[in-house]
C-alpha cells in the first residue's frame, strides 16, 4: 500500500508517469532511475571530499565546484519534481526522506552565504537509504524498528546510566583538578571532567596525564570503573530486546502504567485494575 505523503496526484498524464518512474522500483526504468541518482549521490560526495583536500582544491577546485553545482542544480529539479507529481505535497516535503531529500541541495546554496557551508552535503549520503527499496530489503526496516522500540523501551534505564556517569566525571574531574593541579594540565575543573570522560571510556588520548602517585592511583580506578561501564548500555539494549521478544508480554496498565504482565493475566498485579475488555 502506497503511504499517503507518496501518493500519485493524478492517476493518468505525464505526473503519472514521472510518479510512477520516481517512486516506484519494480520495472527497469524505475530500477534504472533509482541507480542514476544513488550513482549520482555517491560522486557528488566524493567531490565534497576531494573538495576539502587542500592539494587536490588548488589544482581542480573549479571543476569540483562545477560538478558540485551541477549535481545541486540536478538534484533541485528531482525535488520540486518529486513534489510536484504527489498529491500531498507539504506532506512529503515533512516526511522522512522529503527531509532529507531538501537538506541534500540546501548545503550548497548556503555556501553562497557562509563559508564551507558547502561540505554538508555529505549529507547526500543519506539518500543512500533508498537503496532498500532497491534491493527490495523492505523487510530490514521491521528489524529495524524493534531496535528503536528496544531503545524507547529502555530510555529511562539509558537516561540514568548517562546521568551517573556524567555525575562520576564531574566529581573524578574535580578531585583531579585538586590532586594534579594546573601545574599538570588540569587546569580547570571542566578540564578535569574531559579528562575523566576519556579515561572512563577507556579511550587515552594521552593529551592530558596524572603524574603524582595519588592522581595515578585514582585514574587505575577509573580506569576499572570504565570497563564495568561499558557492559552497562549493552546489557540496558539486550534486555529490553528480549522483553520485546518475549510473546507473553501484553499492553500496559491503563490506571498505573505498569508495563509488563503475563498474556493470561486479567488484572494488574500492582494496582488490581483489569486489563482488556472485560468478559
Keep these: 500500500m502506497v503511504r499517503l505523503e507518496f501518493e500519485p496526484a493524478s492517476q493518468s498524464g505525464w505526473r503519472a508517469e514521472c510518479h510512477r518512474i520516481i517512486f516506484g522500483h519494480t520495472r527497469r526504468d524505475e530500477r534504472i532511475f533509482d541507480l542514476i541518482l544513488i550513482a549520482l549521490i555517491l560522486a557528488s560526495v566524493l567531490v565534497a571530499m576531494l573538495d576539502s583536500v587542500a592539494e587536490v582544491d588548488r589544482e581542480w577546485g573549479d571543476w569540483l565546484r562545477a560538478a558540485e553545482w551541477t549535481a545541486t542544480i540536478a538534484f533541485t529539479g528531482e525535488y520540486f519534481l518529486r513534489l510536484a507529481v504527489v498529491r500531498h505535497p507539504w506532506r512529503y516535503a ?18 553562497l552565504f557562509l563559508f564551507g557551508a558547502q561540505h554538508l552535503i555529505v549529507i547526500r549520503v543519506l539518500r543512500i537509504l533508498r537503496v532498500f527499496r532497491i534491493l527490495k530489503l523492505s523487510q530490514y526496516v521491521g528489524e529495524s524498528s524493534e531496535l528503536l522500540a528496544a531503545l524507547y523501551q529502555s530510555r529511562r534505564k539509558v537516561l ?3 546521568i551517573s556517569v556524567i555525575s562520576l566525571a564531574t566529581i573524578f574531574g574535580a578531585i583531579m ?3 594534579e ?30 603524574h603524582t602517585v595519588l592522581g595515578q592511583a585514582i585514574t587505575s580506578l577509573i580506569i576499572i570503573i570504565g ?3 561499558i557492559a552497562v548500555p549493552t546489557g540496558i539494549f539486550t534486555a529490553s530486546m528480549m522483553r520485546g521478544q518475549d510473546r507473553s508480554i501484553i499492553l500496559p496498565c491503563p490506571r498505573c502504567g505498569l508495563p509488563e504482565h503475563a498474556a493470561d493475566a486479567r488484572f494488574c498485579h500492582r494496582c ?6 472485560s468478559d
Excluded at 515533512?94 to 548556503?110: E, K, M, N, Q
Design 177 to 179: 583538578f585538586l590532586v
Design 181 to 210: 593541579g594546573p601545574e599538570n594540565g588540569f587546569t580547570s575543573i571542566p578540564r578535569g571532567i574531559y579528562w575523566a570522560i576519556v579515561t572512563m571510556a577507556t579511550v587515552g588520548f594521552g593529551d592530558i596525564a596524572p
Design 160 to 162: 540514568l546510566f548517562v
Design 94 to 111: 515533512r516526511s522522512f526522506f522529503g527531509v532529507i531529500d531538501l537538506l541534500a541541495v540546501l548545503p550548497t546554496y548556503l555556501s
Design 272 to 277: 488490581g485494575e483489569r486489563l482488556g475488555k
Design 227 to 229: 570497563y564495568g561501564i
